[in-house]
């Protein structure tokens, strides 16, 4: 983001001809636009998840699962749970036992799963995206907000 150096500070605070519009109210609609796109994205990752579930019946030897976290919910990759094994969360790349799991599986279905984990990682990516957006967005809004109030007490 390009700044216009003014005086001694190399900020733009209050410059003419500046492309970013920081005004809270501008924010705030970006950030419901960003939240409607977040949300739309969840929508998605729940789709993908219902598709996988209706292409292969179970038994399956491992399933899309969402997975919720402190910075969101993703769509994770989970083995058939048994007594003996433990489900886990797992990736195709990088990892023995997503490894393994592809070589068990026949070509056909190899890859149709391939092209599941396509989708997974796109959608984990763009939400992952939106989903920090909104909380930089919120964190920063709610900042200025505190500094407002702080200015007007002085």
Same mark, same amino acid.
């Given at each position: 983001?390009?700044f216009?150096?003014?005086? #001694?500070?190399p *900020?733009?605070?209050k410059?003419? &001809?500046?492309?970013?519009?920081? %005004?809270? !109210?501008?924010?705030?609609? +970006? @950030?419901?636009?960003?939240?409607?796109?977040?949300?739309?994205?969840?929508?998605?990752?729940r789709?993908?998840?219902?598709?996988?579930?209706?292409?292969?019946?179970?038994?399956? #030897?491992?399933? *899309?699962?969402?997975?919720?976290? &402190?910075?969101?919910?993703?769509? %994770?990759? !989970?083995?058939?749970?048994? +007594? @003996?094994?433990?489900?886990?969360?797992?990736?195709?790349?990088?990892?023995?036992?997503?490894?393994?799991?592809?070589?068990?599986?026949?070509?056909?279905?190899?890859?149709?799963?391939?092209?599941?984990?396509?989708e997974?990682?796109k959608?984990?990516?763009?939400?992952?995206?939106?989903?920090?957006?909104?909380?930089? @967005?919120?964190?920063?809004?709610?900042?200025?907000?505190?500094?407002?109030?702080?200015?007007?007490?002085?």
């Amino acid at each position: 983001m390009p700044f216009d150096a003014k005086g #001694p500070f190399p *900020l733009s605070f209050k410059g003419k &001809g500046s492309r970013e519009d920081w %005004r809270p !109210r501008s924010l705030r609609r +970006r @950030l419901e636009r960003t939240r409607a796109i977040r949300d739309e994205l969840e929508q998605c990752m729940r789709d993908l998840i219902d598709q996988f579930k209706q292409t292969f019946r179970p038994p399956r #030897p491992a399933h *899309l699962t969402l997975h919720n976290t &402190g910075n969101g919910q993703y769509v %994770r990759w !989970r083995l058939r749970a048994s +007594r @003996l094994i433990k489900q886990q969360y797992f990736e195709f790349s990088g990892s023995e036992v997503g490894t393994n799991l592809l070589h068990s599986l026949s070509p056909a279905v190899r890859e149709v799963y391939l092209d599941f984990e396509q989708e997974r990682l796109k959608l984990n990516l763009l939400y992952g995206l939106h989903h920090y957006e909104v909380k930089s @967005l919120q964190h920063y809004l709610d900042t200025v907000h505190r500094l407002g109030v702080l200015k007007r007490g002085i």
